[in-house]
């Protein structure tokens, strides 16, 4: 089966009217005859304009290109970083823009002598994907889900655990705790909440915003809210009342 | 024996007969040899092979007989339209020509069109974002070329051939003459472009820069302008007057108000009347 679908493939002209989204390369299918040395073509006749798509290596994937950022980019690196991206991302994302320039040889030898440590905006973040990480904790409700009937003290490994299921793999050193010991179970804490502070690779700090639900199966279940995480709540510690305040909720 | 003197007179001048070219002819005989130059980098010169794949070395060997045969590329020929000149199509062009989709069907007429796209490129030297129409082989020569300024300034003409292209290349060959004035609020920036580029400015004087880009018909135009301020005509009467005063003072009449000099420079009673003042001005 895949060895007839080649042959038909390579043999050219059985798939002559494919669309090829490339340069046209073609083959006259008669050649002329030649001519004398010096002198002038031959006269063409019709059957000299007779072409045949070439199947040719325009076709083909193009190679990847070398790019060096000249500034931080949030999400991708910071100023002097070399990337290797497709053609078409890298021209009309980076060059284009004016976020980078070409890695030919003249600029990667410029780079790897000169230092960047000058600018500042490096310095403000111990990663590029920090900004990302960032912006996907700050906007992050975190459902601590703890008992319904069993007795429990909020611990951070409650919290770390609560991340992982949201996708975010936090270890417990990262993790602050707010304030005041939370135990339960407690159905005034339900419609409460606080934050915990996550320490980014021992740099950035972002605070998030933790919501506790209480779970419990059969008659003993809560009924479930359309949209919770949309709605605004009280605070369960007046000090964080304003931080909360400030904190955008997820729209 | 009268036949055969016939014919060797003929190829004595066939020898020395040379068919007037389109430089030799009217006013283009004046064109500089700048334009010259220029045109045989544009019209004279081969394009690069883009549509087909030539072959390679002067003489090939025929499989069955042994028997070695010159190599003779004739390009295809192409269709240059005049949407080409509004964008750079990086060499490729429209090509006319037939398809013979069945062995025992009739030939049917196609034309190869590039697929073409609005892209943005960047001109470093100018210092501006363009938006043109290109083919998918443009950006891979300028990428190729590490940038739009590298590849237009690299290239010659003949593969440009467009004439967004070639206008780009002088303005920006005009831009690096100057030393880059677009840069002049960062120093540091100007001097970086033009060591970059500076390079390109040894194959051009600045007459063949003057003259670069420019279509048959510019040119043409360019020297009759040129012609014609070189020679604008002096009105006779300035030339009578002169020669009369220069004849009155040889024959020692001076003239009994006015010096020559004043004379020439005076007035004409004409320009003193002014046709749309009020009437007890005039």
């Known amino acids: ?251 | 024996m009268a036949s055969s003197r016939i014919q060797a007179t003929l190829r004595q001048l066939s020898k020395t007969y040379k068919k007037k070219s389109r430089f030799d002819i009217g006013i283009a005989s004046e064109l500089p040899a700048a334009y010259k130059k220029f045109w045989r980098e544009w019209k004279v010169l081969k394009p690069a092979a883009v549509h087909f794949v030539p072959q390679e070395g002067k003489w090939k060997r025929d499989e069955l007989t042994g028997e070695t045969l010159p190599v003779q590329n004739i390009p295809l020929p192409l269709k240059h339209p005049a949407e080409l000149h509004e964008g750079i199509w990086g060499g490729e062009a429209v090509i006319k020509g037939f398809q013979k989709r069945d062995q025992l069907r009739r030939r049917v007429a196609h034309y190869w069109v590039p697929v073409l796209k609005r892209t943005v490129v960047r001109s470093e030297v100018l210092n501006t974002h363009l938006s043109v129409t290109v083919t998918e082989r443009t950006i891979q020569l300028i990428n190729d070329h590490y940038g739009f300024d590298h590849y237009l300034l690299k290239t010659p003409a003949c593969d440009l051939v467009s004439m967004l292209a070639l206008k780009l290349k002088k303005q920006i060959l005009t831009e690096l003459m100057n030393g880059c004035p677009r840069y002049a609020n960062n120093p540091i920036k100007q001097k970086e472009i033009y060591e970059e580029y500076k390079t390109y400015l040894t194959s051009y004087t600045p007459e063949e820069i003057e003259w670069y880009g420019l279509s048959w018909y510019e040119a043409l135009c360019k020297v009759a302008k040129q012609k014609e301020a070189a020679n604008k005509p002096i009105p006779l009467k300035n030339v009578y007057r002169k020669n009369l005063l220069e004849k009155l003072k040889e024959a020692g009449i001076e003239g009994s108000h006015s010096s020559a000099e004043e004379m020439s420079n005076a007035t004409s009673w004409l320009s003193k009347m002014n046709p749309f003042g009020k009437k007890d001005e005039a």
């Open chain 1, 1 to 251: 089966m895949f060895s007839t679908f080649v042959k038909s493939f390579s043999s050219g002209q059985n798939v002559v009217m494919q669309q090829t989204r490339n340069t046209f390369i073609l083959k006259r299918r008669f050649p002329p005859t030649l001519h004398k040395k010096g002198g002038k073509p031959p006269k063409m006749k019709a059957r000299h304009f007779i072409y045949d798509l070439v199947e040719e290596t325009n076709v083909q994937r193009k190679p990847d290109m070398k790019i060096i950022l000249n500034q931080f980019v949030d999400g991708v690196g910071k100023a002097g970083d070399v990337l290797t991206l497709r053609p078409n991302v890298a021209y009309k994302e980076y060059l284009m823009p004016g976020l980078a320039v070409y890695g030919s040889p003249e600029n990667l030898a410029k780079n790897e002598k000169q230092e960047y440590d000058t600018i500042d905006e490096d310095k403000k973040f111990s990663s590029p994907y920090v900004q990302r990480t960032m912006r996907g904790l700050s906007h992050l409700v975190l459902q601590i889900t703890m008992n319904k009937l069993v007795p429990w003290t909020l611990e951070p490994w409650h919290v770390r655990v609560s991340f992982r299921k949201a996708g975010f793999v936090v270890p417990e050193h990262a993790i602050e705790m707010p304030p005041i010991t939370i135990r339960g179970p407690d159905l005034s804490l339900q419609n409460k909440e606080f934050y915990v502070t996550v320490t980014i690779n021992k740099t950035e700090k972002v605070n998030v915003r933790c919501r506790i639900h209480h779970w419990a199966t059969g008659l003993d279940r809560l009924p479930s809210v359309d949209f919770h995480w949309k709605k605004p709540m009280e605070a369960l510690i007046p000090e964080q009342a304003a931080v909360l305040e400030e904190m955008s909720l997820p729209v």
